[in-house]
């Protein structure tokens, strides 16, 4: 299905200040209810300029039907070409699942905090995902993953509800191949799956018991994305772990509504998630009422 952009109209003021024609080039099925997204801007000259962070987000607009925001779940190495994991829950997501390669979409951003990939390099990395939180977290793995030589010992910990819904599955042999550790955990076990089935926070006190004392003090950075209930019960095993807790950042991007500061539905008191987040150390969202 093709789509013409030419109705499209520009965004102009605020900040929504960068809009480009896209085009969805494929589109793969990931869950029943996930796909993945592969976007590239038409343009060549823009699809050099256009460069954003690990934890960034984009507004994908569908002429005539809506706009929504989603974080970017590629590397950031890709310069014009995006991927984005989209669960169809909504009216234009709904309708986004049923639309295909050649589609004509527009692209506002990239916007948002990110997640400062740059100053772990030199310590110990833990990242750690719940459910869908897997499609933030990826822009940072493979962030890591392409500067590997310049941290130390990079932990993955990712949980999902059922081994069927657990995304990228298919990329987890070749993480592995970057010397680092991988556990997945499932809450409910299915027919063949061989794998630990428990919560996530089983897992990182055993990766946690395995390190020592002093590594956790000063040389860990973890970076934390999932269900807002997860990251309390997460972010306490790693304080008590003596991670500081301006080294532990988390994403409120499921907060997220019209992308704009205009519904108010992300705001925490006067902080809105999609002004002023969607990453945030850990340290400030202690000190936002009701963030988790």
């Known amino acids: 299905m093709t789509t013409n952009l030419e109705c499209l109209p520009p965004v102009s003021g605020g900040e929504f200040e960068y809009s480009y024609k896209a085009e969805i080039t494929n589109v793969y099925p990931l869950t029943r209810m996930e796909k993945l997204y592969q976007i590239q801007l038409v343009d060549p000259m823009e699809r050099e300029r256009f460069i954003f962070r690990p934890g960034q987000f984009v507004m994908l607009e569908l002429p005539g039907i809506g706009e929504a925001p989603f974080s970017i779940t590629s590397s950031p190495v890709r310069h014009g070409d995006l991927e984005l994991c989209i669960r169809a829950v909504g009216n234009m997501t709904m309708f986004l699942d049923r639309v295909g390669r050649g589609t004509r979409v527009g692209i506002s951003g990239p916007f948002g905090t990110h997640f400062p990939v740059e100053r772990m390099e030199g310590e110990d990395v833990l990242l750690i995902a719940g459910g869908l939180g897997i499609a933030p977290l990826r822009s940072p793995i493979l962030s890591v993953l392409e500067t590997r030589s310049r941290y130390g010992q990079v932990d ?8 069927s819904e657990l995304l990228f599955d298919y990329e987890y042999a070749m993480w592995r191949q970057f010397d680092v550790g991988l556990d997945i955990i499932v809450d409910r076990e299915e027919p063949g ?8 926070t089983e897992i990182l006190k055993e990766r946690i018991a395995k390190g020592q004392s002093d590594r956790f003090r000063e040389r860990t950075s973890a970076i934390v994305c999932g269900p807002p209930v997860m990251f309390r019960f997460v972010c306490d095993l790693l304080i008590a772990a003596q ?16 992308g704009r500061g205009k519904c108010c539905r992300c705001n925490i008191g006067s902080t809105y998630t999609c002004l002023d987040g969607p990453v945030f150390d850990y340290w400030s969202v202690l000190n936002l009422k009701e963030a988790i």
């Open 156 to 163: 993955i910990i990712y949980g999902a509800r059922r081994p």
């Open 193 to 200: 799956w061989q794998g630990p089935v428990g919560l996530i």
């Open 243 to 258: 991670v500081p807790v301006e080294k532990i950042f988390v994403s409120l991007e499921r907060r997220m509504h019209c």
